[in-house]
């Protein structure tokens, strides 16, 4: 098949190259002028695994390019994936949906012959009706236009894996009859052969999909943290409860690892989100629990912060801090709501010192963040510092050498907010050891 990918930032880019390593012919627009370039000589203008190998491998088969032009991906296919971002509106929590409609509106006049707009751009409930109008009213096929409701469950550093093997696929229409679903049947057909379970509903059930999932997501991370918090005071070790209450299938195991807590450019969105529009539906007594999921994933930024001091005394001012994290999870450049920046800002707020590093977020966190230090290694980041917190859980950090390290700090002192380090390792090198949850 031929179809487009409107907007090709994270979500577009990946989708266009994974539909092309499905066999189909796919053509990328995006109105940003640079990003295009960077995008037709095979490389992502960010960091996520595996794709960088996809764009390559599709741009050189020819079954794969982008395009700035509306006209020219209006032209060119009658299937068309909107994936453009849905950020916060300035000042609140709501969606702005003002790219979302933009780029429909843009696409809409070169569109005269049937064609199925699929969008998969997160957004509230609600939404979908008024892509349909603003088709019927700028587009040349006018009736003869089907929206669809595609959305993604993609996860940073898997995004790759989950477009092609995804673990469902929820297809929105505004019909039962509608044509529209023998169309993405077809794009979709290959991971369909697979079994992956298909979902076809309407489209405010879809519409309410990647919120609801999200909104799961984050107060089960947020319940365990709560767990964590209790576990301090009690004297318990919360690692080993999340593994006594994983084992229950009821519950499972899965995105339910105490920590730093969650971030990043969706979770944290889709979270205020999700409770801004029920509150727009006259339903915000139904999610209230979710107030109280985003209070616990603030407090453990700032209970990182409270163990620092317990360390380090409450004046900050002339201490030297290494941290080892700036994205929000590993294997990805995003900083977006990093919650290891988050506590990095707060301590150099109060007086310290901070010294970032990471494998792949540092070019991304010096623009942001030009007020912290940075160091381009994690040994060099420990340089006479008078305390190390791990904040992002990067694999590469597991592997340094505790003993080697303590040589080159001030103090060896250590605070892993994000429970993966062996601290027991860590201890008989000499290191005295903190970490959210656990004795």
Not at 225 to 232: H, I, L, P, T
């Amino acid at each position: 098949m031929k179809m487009t990918a409107i907007g090709c930032g994270y979500l577009g880019a990946t989708h266009a190259a994974c539909m092309a390593e499905l066999g189909h012919e796919v053509l990328g627009m995006d109105s940003d002028i640079d990003k295009v370039h960077t995008l037709n000589t095979g490389k992502a203008p960010f960091f996520e695994r595996d794709l960088d190998d996809l764009l390559a491998k599709h741009t050189a088969s020819g079954r794969l390019r982008f395009t700035a032009s509306y006209q020219e991906a209006a032209e060119f296919a009658h299937l068309h994936f909107i994936g453009v971002g849905t950020p916060q509106q300035p000042g609140t929590d709501a969606y702005d949906l003002t790219h979302l409609f933009e780029a429909v509106a843009r696409l809409a006049p070169g569109l005269r012959t049937p064609a199925v707009v699929a969008v998969k751009s997160t957004v509230p409930v609600g939404t979908a009706p008024r892509v349909a109008e603003i088709l019927r009213e700028l587009a040349p096929a006018g009736d003869l236009l089907e929206v669809a409701w595609n959305p993604e469950f993609l996860r940073e550093s898997f995004a790759v894996e989950d477009t092609l093997r995804p673990d469902r696929l929820v297809l929105g229409f505004n019909a039962t009859d509608s044509w529209a679903e023998a169309v993405l049947r077809q794009a979709f057909g290959k991971i369909i052969e697979s079994g992956t379970p298909t979902i076809v509903t309407d489209w405010a059930t879809a519409e309410l999909a990647k919120g609801a999932a999200n909104s799961f997501l984050a107060t089960k991370i947020s319940f365990i943290n709560a767990m964590a918090e209790v576990c301090e005071k009690a004297g318990a070790n919360v690692a080993e409860l999340a593994d006594i209450l994983g084992h229950d299938v009821r519950i499972g195991r899965r995105g339910m690892r105490p920590g730093l807590g969650f971030g990043g450019g969706c979770l944290p969105k889709d979270l205020a989100g999700f409770i801004t529009r029920a509150d727009e539906l006259e339903a915000g007594e139904a999610v209230a629990m979710l107030r109280e999921t985003a209070a616990v994933n603030a407090r453990r930024r700032q209970r990182v912060v409270d163990l620092t001091r317990e360390e380090l005394g409450t004046d900050l001012r002339g201490k030297r801090i290494a941290v080892w994290g700036a994205a929000f999870k590993p294997e990805t450049d995003d900083i977006r709501d990093s919650p290891a920046l988050a506590v990095a800002r707060k301590l150099h707020d109060l007086g310290a010192a901070v010294t970032v590093t990471d494998p792949k977020a540092l070019d991304n966190a010096r623009k942001l963040h030009p007020e912290l230090d940075y160091a381009d290694d994690p040994m060099a980041a420990v340089d006479d510092a008078d305390l190390l917190i791990h904040l992002t859980e990067w694999p590469q950090f597991t592997h340094i050498d505790p003993k080697r390290l303590a040589t080159r700090t001030k103090s060896p002192k250590i605070i892993d907010a994000r429970g993966t380090l062996n601290t027991d390792q860590w201890r008989v090198a000499g290191w005295t050891t903190r970490a959210l949850g656990r004795p």
